[in-house]
């Protein structure tokens, strides 16, 4: 069995007039993330995390920011397709743990409905997702409510 250990990072700033999405959630706040997709850092950090893990490069590679047809795309469907690029080199996902830091809004009650989203789309067990978020103490950019960040480091394994 080959199995490999993929980790995954990504941040966005908060902007005025967007939706916040994160880990395929809608979450109620004033501000969204910017970016040329529905900039879900959550979910941009477990596809990372993933297409490294299978040496299919990174999410920006893959999924271009210069592309029109990836403009206010949903990142549940760069997510699906992340899935099907690795069931295609023959990869199995074994476990997501993720964390994403935020000053605000507080994410903590969100948790379990990002876990069921994000097994759903992973086609893994809900035990397998591990989703935790965290603030950065009111330092850096996170801190002064200026941005979003995300990790996630994903297991997959091929029979």
């Not at 592309?67 to 760069?78: A, G, N, P, V």
């Not at 899935?83 to 507080?106: M, Q, R, S, W």
């Not at 789309?121 to 035990?127: A, K, P, T, V």
Request: charged fraction near 25%; include cysteine.
């Amino acid at each position: 069995m080959n199995i490999r250990i993929g980790f995954g990072y990504d941040m966005h700033r908060l902007q005025e007039g967007r939706e916040l999405w994160i880990g395929g959630v809608k979450i109620d706040y004033p501000k969204g993330l910017y970016g040329h997709s529905d900039a879900d850092v959550l979910i941009h950090a477990i596809c990372d995390g993933l297409l490294g893990a299978a040496n299919l490069r990174d999410i920006g590679h893959n999924f271009p920011d210069n592309d029109d047809d990836y403009k206010d795309i949903d990142s549940k469907i760069l997510l699906a397709r992340t899935v099907a690029l690795l069931h295609g080199k023959g990869f199995t996902i074994g476990n997501i743990d993720a964390t994403i830091c935020a000053e605000e809004p507080k994410l903590n009650p969100y948790i379990p409905e990002i876990q069921k989203k994000m097994s759903s789309i992973l086609d893994i067990e809900l035990d397998n997702v591990s989703i935790k978020a965290t603030t950065s103490e009111r330092m850096g950019f996170v801190g002064r409510k200026e941005g979003i960040t995300a990790y996630a480091v994903v297991l997959i394994q091929k029979q």
